[in-house]
């Protein structure tokens, strides 16, 4: 009996954290996990002509994955969009990496000042960032050529965005110019969670601020670093609006620019003279989402794991 009274109050307790959880995933479970469920189960149907649909199995993803009319196309999506992941993972994080390190020096003058200017990107709409970008980099009416004439390299300048070749590369960098300002933050905090007794010992022993972040700060953010991976292969991999402001549905020239996003979207809903095919679209989103959820699971299983055993 001396233990009812204290159960009792736990069991109260918990009321109200599900009273507020229940909203939450109400909305959650409504509007993300029903959907999802809802897209795996309808691309294993197929729409017949009068629009009932029947069951196929796997006929859809054989066709996404093998068929000639289908195959090229999503094994170029693919492909591009582990490019455009491979330019934020090589360039963005470590930016983001070196001006969060750059930053949280004790005596750096205006930082909160540039702070404020490297994330304000990210509060601009990608469709006015991609008009932006395509009024710089214009060939007829752009400043970019200006600009690096300034510096001397005006020869280099050409029709980026137009080109096969560069078309994805640029697009890349356009989106790592708006978004390292989320790196850079969730970095950044990391490092002001560092004890300053760590820092300071290591400057009175004589090590250099680089050294200082190489050899003690890295290792202690590592876990960040692994997480900002991981929110950047999602990212990267649920990406559509950029290519689709700069590029349009067809993601030219000549498809160069084809993400799996937009890829998703003409199969979905159509474009111009291809017709659209929710079932179809639905099987190229379940894509998406098992290329996305086996990097998760790598994320868990193995980056983590061994990130864990790294701090015992």
Avoid: C
């Amino acid at each position: 009996m001396a233990h009812s009274g204290p159960m009792t109050d736990w069991r109260k307790a918990k009321l109200p954290v599900f009273a507020f959880l229940a909203p939450a995933t109400l909305l959650y479970t409504l509007f993300m996990i029903y959907p999802l469920i809802d897209s795996i189960r309808l691309s294993f149907y197929s729409a017949l002509s009068g629009g009932d649909l029947a069951f196929v199995g796997f006929d859809n993803y054989r066709t996404i994955l093998s068929d000639p009319d289908w195959a090229a196309t999503f094994w170029n999506s693919f492909w591009n969009n582990m490019k455009f992941f491979a330019v934020h993972m090589l360039v963005q994080n470590p930016i983001g990496i070196a001006l969060a390190a750059v930053l949280s020096l004790p005596r750096l003058k205006f930082r909160n000042t540039y702070r404020t200017l490297i994330f304000m990107p990210t509060m601009l709409s990608v469709v006015i960032v991609g008009f932006i970008w395509q009024l710089i980099l214009s060939p007829v009416w752009g400043v970019g050529a200006d600009i690096l004439d300034i510096v001397g390299l005006k020869s280099l300048f050409g029709p980026w965005l137009g080109k096969e070749g560069s078309a994805l590369i640029t697009l890349a960098f356009i989106s790592v110019w708006q978004w390292v300002g989320i790196p850079m933050m969730l970095i950044y905090a990391a490092l002001l969670a560092i004890p300053d007794d760590l820092v300071d010992a290591a400057i009175v022993d004589g090590a250099t601020h680089f050294e200082v972040f190489w050899h003690i700060k890295m290792p202690l953010i590592l876990p960040t670093v692994a997480m900002v991976s991981i929110l950047t292969f999602v990212g990267n991999f649920n990406a559509f609006d950029l290519v689709y402001a700069v590029k349009g549905a067809l993601a030219g020239p000549n498809f160069a620019s084809d993400i799996m996003g937009t890829l998703f979207y003409r199969t979905f809903f159509g474009y111009q003279l291809q017709l659209g095919s929710p079932t179809l679209g639905a099987t190229v989103a379940s894509l998406m989402f098992m290329i996305i959820l086996a990097g998760v699971l790598f994320y868990l299983f193995v980056v983590q794991r061994r990130m864990s055993r790294y701090q015992l």
